[in-house]
């Protein structure tokens, strides 16, 4: 069945505000006195608050000053707050007013010529402190070309491709209607391709360049970027395509978080005043402490535990590192670690609304987990035969054929025997961070078993230019990006279970939807033995060794959080 069609960025939670329904406990503490709970709050959204007004102004020396209003002013106000729910709403639209404000202000006002060389770069941050590299740093770099007002819109879309923002706040924090907002999302989006097309230009060796740029001061403007824009339109050079450009949202995904610099969040807690005069806004020496330490990004490549208490960045002959983040929609997962009972050494409290898994025990322990991403195999590869494991059947809350198309909808199954999960991608409707489903609540046995379909959902499209365009996505629609670590999906999965468990839609950023069938050893291996031949792309994987050692899903738990969305990447039950 075909996923319904949404126009991009709608809305696919009914309206609610996730992150501000997991934190709602939080901020009814915080509204009732409760210090700790304030701590939390602050020290929590910093991050994010940061990113916007940091993007939107582009890394100007105002950006403290614009945070740190931010922050007060939500401090002071909290008690106006009638639907703790909505509290990253309210949040960011705080933030996107103390923006507006700053800008009429400065109107009026004659800038100083040093402010430009004391201001931190919001692009040159984000290249150095996530070290980008190819395109990412491309799209980085554009973003000093853009207008105030595009910076302003691109500041809260860059959050919405990854998943940390809806287009429903969008919109409003903007103060216009989610169809208008459409549209000036669909311009931004061009003149930041126009930046991107200069950014490449002016890093070529094209020779007509030196006599058009030579009475440019360097710095960006828009009467540049018309200029310049024109030369790379009409120039052969400049326009010439020297690879494949990817979509800017496919980017953004991957640098959705930039540090706060550790000498602007003690300038923010103690605000120029005295630590007495902190604590007399609502601010503790807690929060003060916790203020102190730097957050990290979320690049590329990272994974997030404790509902955002942490990230691990995972890159080539590099151990992983970790520090705290904001708790945004993306941030989810928790990282690997080197035994199933290792913990975090200094982690935050977590938000009082989750419910942390419990640590497994050393007993009854079974199944492994792959944790490195396994390549597909040759087209002609043929699978090896797929144990067969006692049946007795399998029954479904969802019926012989359960669809589940929105975050939350969930299926129950118990029994004994084989259970078909199908994928359907829809990038189309909205493409960006893939939050994965969950496994929750599991009573005896879990394994994945076999993938099948005929493809994995990364192949190339029948018909797909260079292979460009696949299961995930492709250039014209944006890309659904897994999380680092995450084993690429096919088409079919099967999984073998012996009792209970539950398994739910976690859809934030990426549009995606999941049809559950009970199954059987017969159809499992009838499709993992369907290659090329019969018109697959390949044949299936088998995964199962037939032992109690085999693979168990990524995403399972015993438990049942709060949230799905919070089950540990590398389970082992």
Known sequence: MAKKVRSEG????????????????????????????????????????????????????????????TMLRAVDNLGTLRDPDSFRSWLVAIAMRQIRDRARRRTSETLDDSAGDQAADF????????????????????????????????????????????????AAAVGISRQHAAVRVQRMKERLDTARGIVRALDSSCPELPE????????????????????VRGCASC?????????????????????????????????????????????SAKVISALSKPAVAVTAGATIVAGGAYVVTQTPDKPPSRAAVSPTAASTARPPSRTPSATPSASPSPSPSLSPSPSPTRTDVYGTVVDAVDRAPEPDARPGALPHRPESGITSTGGAKAVMQHRGDSVTLSGKGYVLVRWQISPRSRPG????????G?????FHVASG????????????????????????????????????????????LDGTVTLTVNERGADYGLIVFPSSWDEASRDVTTGPAQGAIRYGLVR??????????????????????????????
Request: net charge negative.
């Open 10 to 69: 709608e809305e696919t939670r009914g309206g609610t505000d996730v992150d501000g329904r997991e934190w709602r406990s939080t901020v009814a503490a915080a509204q009732a006195g409760d210090r700790r709970a304030l701590d939390e709050l602050v020290a929590g959204w910093l991050p994010l608050v940061y990113n916007i007004v940091g993007r939107a102004l582009n890394g100007h020396a105002d950006v403290d000053d614009v945070v740190q209003e």
């Open 123 to 170: 692009a040159e941050l984000t290249v150095l402190r996530l070290q980008l590299e190819g395109q990412r740093r491309e799209v980085a770099e554009a973003v000093r070309w853009l207008d105030d007002e595009d910076r302003q819109l691109l500041s809260l879309w860059w959050l919405e491709v990854a998943g940390e923002l809806t287009r429903r706040e969008l």
């Open 212 to 231: 058009v740029t030579a009475r440019w001061d360097g710095r960006p403007d828009s009467v540049w970027r018309k200029r310049l824009a024109r030369h």
């Open 239 to 283: 326009s010439g395509a020297r690879e494949v450009v990817v979509p800017a949202e496919r980017l953004l995904v991957g640098i959705a978080l930039v540090p706060v610099p550790v000498g602007f969040t003690l300038s923010l807690a103690l605000g120029g005043k005295t630590a007495a005069a902190a604590t007399g806004v609502g601010w």
């Open 433 to 440: 961070a893939l939050v994965m489903p969950a496994w929750t």
């Open 442 to 446: 599991l009573e005896g046995k879990l």
């Open 453 to 496: 379909g005929g493809r994995r959902m990364d192949d190339a499209l029948a018909g797909s230019p260079d292979g460009y365009a696949t299961g995930m996505g492709g250039p014209d629609i944006g890309y659904a990006v897994l999380p680092s670590g995450t084993q690429q999906m096919w088409q079919n999965e099967y999984y073998y």
């Open 544 to 573: 199962d060794n037939g032992e109690n050692t085999a693979p168990v899903p990524q995403y399972l738990t015993r438990s049942t959080p709060i949230d799905p969305a919070t089950v540990a990447q590398r389970s082992r039950v």
